[in-house]
């Protein structure tokens, strides 16, 4: 619990230590921080799609390395997992059931028909704001600077994550309550 705690919230910083240690270190040095993530994450991640996304993200850095440079490939990390993310989201909309589906039935088991047709919608928006991100991530890889790179990356995603979550939240409750 504890590891899986603090993999998370090194996930979850990357960005600024990606941003402080360019600051401090040579390029090349960092990019066995970002090896530990995936390692890290790697042994806490137990499923199998996980360990795919992991596995991809690690060649697209080490693609990306060797195509410009250690610096851009360190900074694409994040567009990589966006991608991920849009893969797991929008692979699940051809299964029986999508991702946001099978987290709403670990809370309500007999979800309803109109349950599963919103769950669906859910994971079409989600797909959508992985497209957006990704998109952004690669502009500001590509673009900014390492200081705007890490604003977005490290803050400015994560705030639009929570507006989801929360819009999404406001919009469940609205449609509950007409059912």
Same mark, same amino acid.
């Given at each position: 619990m504890l590891i899986r705690m603090l993999v998370t919230l090194l996930t979850l910083s990357y960005p600024f230590l990606v941003y402080w240690g360019l600051q401090r $270190?040579?390029?090349?040095a960092l990019?066995? %921080?970002l090896i530990v993530v995936l390692l890290l994450r790697w042994l806490v991640g137990g499923h199998k799609r996980d360990?795919? %996304?992991? @596995? %991809? +993200?690690?060649l697209g850095v080490l693609i990306i390395t060797l195509l410009w440079d250690a610096h851009r490939g360190l900074k694409f990390y994040p567009v990589l997992v966006n991608l991920g993310l849009l893969l %797991?989201?929008?692979s699940s909309l051809f299964a +029986?059931? !999508?991702v946001v589906e099978r987290l709403a039935r670990i809370k309500e088991p007999e979800l309803p028909p109109e349950g599963v047709c919103y769950t669906r919608k859910v994971t079409q928006v989600w797909c959508l704001f992985f497209v957006f991100n990704a998109t952004v991530s690669m502009? !500001?890889?590509?673009?900014?600077?390492?200081k705007v790179w890490a604003l977005y990356n490290g803050?400015?995603?994560?705030? $639009?994550?929570?507006l989801i979550l929360a819009l999404?939240? @406001?919009v469940r409750q609205r449609v509950r309550g007409r059912v």
């Open positions: $270190f040579d390029v090349l990019l066995p %921080v360990r795919l %996304v992991i @596995i %991809v +993200s690690a %797991v989201f929008g +029986s059931q !999508t502009a !500001t890889m590509l673009w900014a600077s390492d803050l400015i995603a994560y705030l $639009f994550i929570g999404e939240w @406001i």
